[in-house]
């Protein structure tokens, strides 16, 4: 029987090997949010504040061809402005990103003009902040190349309780690697675990009575990983705080 390290070790390499030949793919970009990146706080995936929740200014709402329903909420990418196709790069440059975000479609324009996250359209409404560093702020919309990459955090996982009784509303934030939740239960001191259902987003939902109780989390990575934060909430959690994993 192979060791926990070992098995560590194996899910790690199998996620740095399937990172490693990430095929770089074409979209388009643009820029929202002002120049300290302010109006990018909150947003559909529920993050609120981003600097609160680990991911700064480097983010981008995504368009409905990547967003996926919210299920890509988390997950990063290597952005580059594609010089061949533009004046207005900054040359040799290139940004990793953090979906935080969703733009949705607006089928009132053309998707050539100003409809740019029109499905099947993939695009990036990145902050300003991010964006200056591949492009010229005058230039608007740049083609751009870009790949998934794994995320880099730290400061452990970060569990904001949002809901009332027998209505628990979990944001999860702050997952390296993967970066995406594609599954998630919680444990009370006094029960057993439970799935969780996405709300929306990064939010996960639970309909048990768990007040007075300690709170454990289980969470699945979409690629395959399952981390175990127990009794990351003391039995005084409040709904509106939020708990951080070792």
């Excluded at 499905?119 to 200056?132: K, T």
């Excluded at 239960?185 to 768990?210: C, E, P, V």
Aim: net charge neutral; aromatic share 14%.
């Amino acid at each position: 029987m192979e060791s926990p390290s070992l098995l560590l070790l194996t899910t790690l390499l199998a996620f740095a090997f399937k990172a490693s030949v990430a095929q770089w793919a074409r979209a388009f970009a643009t820029f929202y949010g002002g120049s300290d990146a302010s109006d990018t706080m909150g947003g559909a995936c529920g993050y609120g504040n981003l600097y609160n929740t680990g991911y700064g200014v480097n983010s981008a709402a995504l368009s409905t061809a990547l967003f996926n329903n919210g299920a890509s909420c988390g997950m990063c990418f290597t952005i580059t402005c594609d010089a061949s196709k533009t004046q207005s790069c900054q040359q040799g440059t290139s940004i990793t990103i953090t979906a935080t975000n969703y733009w949705p479609p607006n089928y009132a324009l053309a998707s050539d003009n100003g409809g740019w996250c029109n499905p099947p359209r993939q695009h990036f409404d990145m902050s300003q902040p991010a964006w200056e560093t591949i492009a010229i702020y005058q230039a608007g919309i740049v083609p751009v190349n870009y790949k998934r990459v794994p995320c880099q955090r730290s400061g452990g996982m970060r569990f904001t309780i949002n809901g009332n009784d027998y209505f628990e509303l979990v944001t999860v934030a702050n997952v390296g690697g993967s970066g995406v939740v594609s599954q998630m239960w919680i444990k009370g001191s006094k029960t057993d675990w439970m799935a969780m259902s996405r709300n929306w987003g990064a939010s996960w939902q639970s309909n048990a009575y768990l007040n007075g109780q300690s709170l454990s989390f289980k969470v699945q990575t979409d690629d395959g990983r399952v981390i175990t934060a127990d009794n990351v909430a003391p039995y005084s959690w409040w709904f509106g705080g939020t708990y951080t994993s070792w």
